[in-house]
């Protein structure tokens, strides 16, 4: 019978809550960004808020519009400009261009929409 010995690892439950756990983490505070206003500085700005509950996120000292997470050996930076109209869904594109196209000011009033006033 063979002798296995435990594998040891790196705690990663700071990471996976960072990106991942509702409703502060990245994934939930992008998807939210992208429902509601589609702004990359109010994303960068909730992501760095975490950045005091966790080292796994770091604000670039260098350029204001990047952020670092630690997830790898290394850390890795990302940049936000783009990143809302990036992470969007094809249909929610689409149906925001839909919605965006109406004329009538009654429909644009009741959807809570002003994109579409001349």
């Known amino acids: ?11 990663n439950t700071k990471i996976l809550n960072a990106m ?6 990245i994934f939930y505070q992008l998807d939210n960004e992208c429902n509601v ?5 109010n994303l960068l700005g909730r992501i760095l808020a975490q950045e005091k509950k966790n ?6 000292l260098k350029n ?5 997470i630690c997830h790898t050996a290394k850390d890795v930076e990302y940049g936000i400009n783009g990143f809302c109209t990036k992470n969007l869904d094809e249909f929610k594109l689409r149906m925001k261009e839909s919605v ?3 004329k009538d000011q009654l429909l644009q009033t009741m959807i809570g929409n002003n994109s579409g006033e001349d």
């Open 20 to 25: 991942g756990k509702y409703p502060s983490g």
């Open 37 to 41: 206003a589609q702004n990359d500085k």
């Open 1 to 11: 019978m063979e002798h296995y010995s435990q594998i040891q690892y790196k705690d």
């Open 100 to 102: 965006d196209s109406i």
């Open 64 to 68: 204001k519009d990047k952020f670092f």
């Open 55 to 60: 080292f796994s996120i770091k604000s670039s």
